[in-house]
């Protein structure tokens, strides 16, 4: 039970925090892969766990640990942020006619070309 909520509550944090400008319309497919990387992580480090067990031949705690927490969480790791990052958070951000990211106000406010900044008269004082 805590593991769903916590793949509940890791979907809803990157799909509106970390990725909040990559999200999917349909939100049934985007949670279903996202569950799916996060079965693919939990696979990976049974698959570091059983190849130093059944291949490697080490079974001390010592070399679970590493096996799992090490390797096979830092596979895992790498695994889904590369899934997440092409395959289920894959959505292009909605960019209105003339809006781009680029901040189009010059220093003194004022709307313009962004490319110079505005000429300021200054008075000098003798």
């Known amino acids: 039970m805590a593991s769903s909520i916590a793949t509940v509550f890791s979907w809803i944090a990157n799909r509106y925090w970390t990725y909040r400008g990559r999200t999917q319309k349909n939100v049934a497919r985007e949670a279903t892969l996202f569950v799916l990387a996060n079965l693919g992580g939990i696979a990976i480090t049974q698959f570091c766990l059983l190849f130093t067990h059944h291949v490697l031949g080490l079974t001390s705690p010592l070399a679970d640990n590493i096996a799992a927490y090490v ?22 951000k909605d960019h209105s006619p003339g809006d781009d990211d680029t901040d189009s106000t010059s220093p003194q406010g004022q709307a313009g070309s962004g490319t110079e900044p505005r000429a300021v008269p200054v008075s000098v004082r003798p």
């Open 71 to 92: 390797v096979g969480f830092g596979l895992g790791t790498a695994f889904r942020f590369v899934f997440y990052h092409y395959i289920v958070f894959t959505g292009h």
